[in-house]
C-alpha cells in the first residue's frame, strides 16, 4: 500500500509524452510497484508530489480520472528549474511521485446534476479529472449535460487538443465551446475571451454547477458573468495554487488563513473561498 | 503520581549511565550560546542555564534532516531511508520547551498525516524535564497556562530543591527509566520534597514581571483579518531576519530540497525555513500572495494567537520569551498580545 504521510516518493517510469502546446508537456507514468499503482486511490481534483531527482519537488495535479486506467497522467508547464528537467525526460526514464494529496471536486455532491466547466490556458489540467469521471462509462448515468468552455490565447496554445476536438465530442449529452484570445491561419473558430463567450453561451444554473480554472485575470472576469446568470456561490467550484512543499500540512507556507490549501484544498467553492482571508 | 530523590551529587553518574546506554542529549555552552547536543557525559552538560538560546525542537525536527538518498542510473532508482531514530534522553529541558513539543505533536502526529521522521525520533526519546530556579525579564508561560515547575508534556520532571533533585514520575515511559537506573533514584523521603517543590512554584509564580493577557485576543482575530492594527509600527520595523522563527520552540515551517552529489544521486533534506522570507511564498511565474513584510508580519502573529487555536485548539505560543529577547528591532509579542486587547476592550 502507498504511504501517503511519507516524504519519500515512489518510482514510476514514463510511458508516454504528449507535447500539448510548446511549454507545456503531459506525462503518462505508471509505478515500478504494481501494487502501489493498483492501490493508488486517487480522485479526481487531487495532486501529486513529483520528485526529479537533484530538483526537489513540485506540485502537479494529477490530470487524468482513476477510471482510465492504471496510470497517471500529469500536464506540465516549463516555468522553472524542476519543470525544465522535466521537460527533458524521455519515455522509459523515471522520476518519483508521492500522493495523491489534497481534497477533490465534490463528485458525489454533483450527482445526477449538469457540468458546466470554464477553462483558461493550461489549466484545464486540473478539471480534466473530473472531466473524464463524469464522461467515463461508469459514471456516464450519474451525471446529466457535461459542457467545456475553454480558451486559451491562441490555437497553439490550446492544451488536450485530441480531447477537445475528437474525444470529448464523440460522447453523448456533451458540448464543447472553443475560443482563443487571437486568431491566425490554423484557426477558424471562435475569437475573443474566455468571460465573453461564458456570456455568449449563457448557461442556465438550474440543476447545475460550475467548474472554474484558469489564470486569475481569467477567473475575475469570469466570476461577474456567472452570478449575473444566476449562479450562486456553492455552485461554483475552483481550485487554488500556493506554493507547496510538503503537501501534508506541515512546512507552513501553503496557508490562507488557518486552511492548508495542501490538506483542506485544492478544490474549494466560492462560498468557502468567501469565508477566507484574500490572501491567495 | 510516584516521585522518587536524587541526590545532586550523583547527577553526573546517572548522566553518564545515560549517555553510555542510549543518545543523551542535554543542554551545553558552545562560546556564549546555550544549545541542545548529543553529550558523551556529565562533563559535557551545562545545567546553570535559565533558558536555552537555541530550543530543543531540534532533536525532533532538526535544523538539517534528509529524509532520504537517492540514486538514479537511467534504469534504475532507488531510494534508501535512514535508520529509524535511536533510544534517546532529552535530559534538561525547561517546561516551556516541553510545552511547545506538545504544540508541535498534533502538526505532526496528526490523524491524517503523521511524520515517520518526527514520531520515531518522539517514541524513542524520554523527555527529562527540570524545573526553572528563577524567571527571567522575559518569562511569560504562565499566560498560556504554564508555570516554571509544571511538568506537563514530560515523562519526568526534576526539580532542584537544595542538594537534591525532587523527580516526578509523569508516564510508563518516565517510570522505566527510574526502574532500570533504581539504585540513583531514592523514594525515601520523596514525600516531604513534595512541599518543597510546592512552595518553590509558588513563589516563582509571583515573580513574573510581564503582564500578558489573552483576553478577547482570539475573538478579535476571528473574521479580522484586515485589522488596522497591521498596519502599524510592526511590521515597517521588521527587517525579515527570521530570527524569531529559528528560535521559537514551537516554530515548524521547513523547506525541502536536493543536496546533489553526483548526476541523480544525492540526499533529499528537509531543513528549517521561515515565514519571514519573501522566498517562502514565491512562485513560479513572480506572484507572491505574501509579498510584503506586513502580511508576513501579520501570518506570523495570526499563525501564533488564531490559525494554530483553529486547527489543533492550542495557542502557538509557550512565552519562552526567546523572539522577546533576540529580536533586533524590539518586536514583542508580548506587546502585539496586549494592543490587540486592548483593541477587543474598545471595539
Ligand atoms: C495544487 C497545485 C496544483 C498544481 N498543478 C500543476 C499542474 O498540473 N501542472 C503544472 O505545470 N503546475 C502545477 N502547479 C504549479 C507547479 O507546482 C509549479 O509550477 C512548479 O512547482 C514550479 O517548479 P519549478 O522548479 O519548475 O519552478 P521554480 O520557480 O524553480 O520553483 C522552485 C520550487 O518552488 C516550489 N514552487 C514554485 N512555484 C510553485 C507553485 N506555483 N506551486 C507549488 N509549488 C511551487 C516548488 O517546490 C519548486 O520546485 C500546481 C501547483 C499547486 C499548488
Ligand atoms: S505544502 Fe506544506 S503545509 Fe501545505
Redesign the interface.
Known amino acids: 500500500m502507498p504511504n ?6 515512489y ?1 514510476v517510469t514514463i510511458t508516454k509524452i504528449v507535447d500539448e502546446t510548446s511549454d507545456v508537456k503531459t506525462f503518462t507514468v505508471v509505478f ?1 510497484d504494481p501494487e502501489i499503482m493498483e492501490n493508488f486511490g486517487n480522485k479526481p481534483g487531487q495532486v501529486c508530489m513529483l ?1 526529479v ?5 513540485s506540485t502537479i495535479s494529477i490530470t487524468s480520472s482513476p477510471t482510465r486506467g492504471k496510470f497517471l497522467e500529469f500536464t506540465v508547464k516549463r ?2 528549474r524542476l ?1 525544465e528537467v522535466l521537460h527533458q525526460m524521455e519515455v522509459g ?4 511521485v508521492r500522493g495523491p494529496y489534497g481534497n477533490w471536486f465534490p463528485y458525489e455532491i454533483m450527482k445526477g446534476k449538469d457540468l458546466f466547466f470554464v477553462g483558461g490556458g493550461f489549466a484545464l489540467a486540473p478539471i480534466r479529472s473530473l472531466i473524464d469521471y463524469a464522461l467515463s462509462d461508469q459514471y456516464r448515468k450519474d451525471y446529466g449535460r457535461v459542457e467545456i468552455l475553454y480558451g486559451s490565447r491562441s490555437y497553439d496554445d490550446l492544451c488536450f487538443k485530441s480531447d477537445l476536438f475528437e474525444r470529448w465530442p464523440s460522447l453523448s449529452n456533451t458540448a464543447i465551446y472553443t475560443t482563443v484570445d487571437r486568431g491566425g491561419d490554423n484557426w477558424k473558430g471562435r475569437v475573443g475571451h474566455v468571460p465573453g463567450y461564458v456570456e455568449e453561451v449563457a448557461p442556465s444554473p438550474e440543476n447545475k454547477f460550475a467548474i472554474i480554472a484558469g489564470p ?1 485575470i481569467m477567473i475575475k472576469f469570469a466570476l461577474p458573468v456567472m452570478e449575473k446568470l444566476g449562479f450562486k456561490d456553492e455552485q461554483i467550484i475552483t481550485t487554488l ?3 507547496m ?2 503537501c ?6 501553503c ?4 486552511k492548508f490549501v495542501c ?1 483542506d484544498g485544492p478544490v474549494f467553492s466560492r462560498a468557502q473561498l468567501k469565508g477566507m ?4 | 503520581m510516584e516521585a522518587r530523590i536524587v541526590n545532586k551529587g550523583q547527577l553526573p553518574e546517572l548522566l553518564d549511565k545515560l549517555a553510555k546506554d542510549c543518545d543523551l542529549i542535554a543542554p551545553v555552552k558552545e562560546e556564549t550560546t546555550t544549545l541542545f547536543r548529543k553529550i558523551s557525559g556529565a562533563k559535557d552538560a551545562f545545567l546553570e542555564y535559565n533558558n536555552s538560546d537555541i530550543s530543543p525542537k531540534g532533536c525532533f525536527l532538526p535544523q538539517n534532516e534528509k ?2 538518498s ?1 540514486t ?1 542510473t ?1 534504469d534504475s ?1 532507488e ?1 534508501v ?1 535512514p535508520e529509524g531514530a535511536k533510544k534517546t534522553v532529552l535530559f534538561g529541558t525547561r517546561p516551556c520547551d516541553i510545552k511547545a513539543i506538545t504544540t508541535l505533536d498534533p ?2 502526529e ?1 490523524v ?6 518526527y514520531s520515531s525520533k518522539r517514541e524513542n526519546t524520554v523527555i527529562i524535564g527540570l524545573s526553572c530556579s528563577k524567571v527571567l525579564s522575559t518569562c511569560f508561560c504562565y499566560a498560556f497556562g504554564g508555570g516554571p515547575c509544571d511538568g506537563t508534556g514530560s515523562d519526568l520532571l526534576f526539580t532542584e530543591i537544595g542538594d537534591k533533585y525532587y523527580v516526578e514520575i509523569n508516564t510508563d515511559k518516565g517510570k522505566a527509566l527510574v526502574d532500570t537506573y533504581s539504585q540513583i533514584f531514592s523514594s525515601q523521603g520523596a514525600d516531604q520534597l513534595a512541599k518543597g517543590k510546592e512552595e518553590l512554584a509558588q513563589k516563582l509564580s509571583g515573580e513574573f514581571i510581564r503582564k500578558v493577557d489573552l483576553t478577547g485576543v482570539k475573538e478579535v482575530l476571528d473574521g479580522n ?1 484586515e485589522l488596522p492594527y497591521w498596519d502599524g509600527d510592526n511590521y515597517k520595523k521588521c527587517i525579515g531576519c527570521g530570527t524569531c522563527t529559528y528560535v521559537c520552540p514551537t516554530c ?7 543536496y ?1 552529489t553526483g ?4 540526499d ?1 533534506i ?1 531543513c528549517w ?1 521561515s ?1 519571514m522570507y519573501p522566498e ?6 513572480g ?1 507572491n ?2 509579498p510584503t513584510r506586513k ?1 508576513r508580519v501579520r ?1 506570523r502573529f ?2 501564533k494567537l ?2 494554530h487555536l ?2 489543533y485548539d492550542m495557542v502557538g505560543c509557550v512565552g519562552c520569551g526567546r523572539c522577546v529577547k533576540k529580536c533586533p528591532v524590539n518586536i514583542d509579542i508580548t506587546k502585539i498580545i496586549n494592543d490587540l486587547k486592548e483593541v477587543a476592550q474598545n471595539a
Do not use: W
Open positions: 501517503p504521510t511519507a516524504l519519500t516518493p518510482p515500478d520528485s531527482f537533484g530538483e526537489g519537488e516555468v522553472g519543470t526514464q523515471k522520476f518519483g486569475p495554487e500556493m506554493r512543499k510538503c501534508l500540512g506541515k512546512c507552513g507556507r496557508n490562507i488563513g488557518s490538506v482571508p484574500q490572501e491567495y | 529524509t532520504f537517492y538514479y537511467g532508482l531510494i531511508k502538526v505532526f496528526g491524517k498525516f503523521g511524520d515517520e521522521y483579518f515548524h515551517c521547513f523547506d525541502i530540497f536536493d546533489t548526476d541523480f544521486t544525492g533529499r528537509r525555513d515565514c517562502y511564498t514565491l512562485m513560479a511565474g506572484h500572495p505574501r502580511e501570518n495570526m499563525h488564531k490559525y483553529d486547527r
